[in-house]
């Protein structure tokens, strides 16, 4: 058994700075910045949202830019298998998480639980 649930949409960001995106998108969502480096790195912004709200990820990325989606899980591994079941197919493991295309063709990750708790919103798979 293990649980998991939708978490954050990412904002993969081609070819321009994340605090430039950053900005963009903290005004034009109304939320305001949580950080521009994240990690570090120089890799990952945020936008501050409420614990009842899905994280907003701001992702610099090589490929071109657009919208995907993550699903956190107490059990990544499970998880993904979970997903290939139902038609999905493992793209690559990054890090700690499993880059994964639906049978539709969108990409999307299986990430680690990215909070304490994991909400009122959550899926028990057994």
């Given at each position: ?45 945020s936008l501050k949202t409420h614990d009842d709200e899905l994280r907003i990820l701001l992702q610099r990325v090589d490929h071109p830019s ?61």
């Amino acid at each position: 058994m293990h649980h998991s649930r939708l978490c954050t949409l990412v904002l993969d960001c081609q070819d321009i700075d994340l605090e430039t995106a950053a900005q963009f998108w903290s005004r034009a969502l109304g939320k305001s910045i949580e950080s521009t480096d994240e990690d570090g790195d120089g890799k990952y912004a945020s936008l501050k949202t409420h614990d009842d709200e899905l994280r907003i990820l701001l992702q610099r990325v090589d490929h071109p830019s657009r919208v995907h989606l993550d699903i956190e899980a107490d059990d990544v591994d499970a998880e993904a298998d979970r997903l290939e079941q139902l038609g999905a197919k493992r793209i690559g493991f990054v890090k700690r998480w499993w880059v994964m295309e639906a049978p539709t063709g969108h990409r999307f990750c299986v990430v680690r639980r990215q909070g304490a708790d994991f909400g009122p919103h959550l899926n028990r798979w057994d």
